[in-house]
């Protein structure tokens, strides 16, 4: 009765951070508070990194990562922000032994683009960290 009460305890509490960075930081700054939840307790995470910050349009870049809580073969879709909306790319990978993935993209839209890793994960959605990638 006393590990119930405990959990139920520290779920308000966690609840009320997340409310508080709601209320301080903006939406971003919860989602990043929300997200930064450690494999150790059951969530799921996606690393990323661009192999080159800067492209000419056209020019193929290459992203890597590391996956935690995923499942060997599970599939990784490149997705990025527009109107402030995600859409998926054709840039399709999946999780290879060892918890890692390479996805291969040509960047044509000229500009900044925000990009980020995704994965329809059996509990739910999981995005890595955004990375951005400058397309002259």
């Not at 661009?50 to 990784?76: H, M, N, Y």
């Not at 993209?105 to 959605?125: C, D, I, M, P, Y």
Request: with cysteine; charged share 20%.
């Amino acid at each position: 009765m006393t590990s119930v009460l405990r959990h139920h305890c520290l779920r308000a509490l966690g609840t009320g951070a997340l409310s508080m960075a709601l209320l301080a930081g903006g939406t971003a700054g919860a989602l990043a508070a929300g997200s930064a939840a450690s494999p150790a307790d059951g969530t799921a995470t996606i690393s990323a990194k661009a192999d080159k910050s800067e492209v000419k349009a056209g020019d193929q870049v290459v992203f890597t990562g590391r996956t935690k809580g995923l499942k060997i073969g599970d599939p990784l879709v490149l997705q990025h922000e527009k109107s402030g909306k995600w859409t998926s790319l054709r840039a399709t990978s999946k999780i290879k032994k060892g918890s890692s993935y390479a996805l291969i993209a040509r960047l044509n839209t000229k500009g900044t683009e925000h990009l980020r890793v995704a994965s329809l994960h059996s509990s739910g959605k999981v995005y890595s960290p955004t990375v951005t990638v400058k397309v002259n």
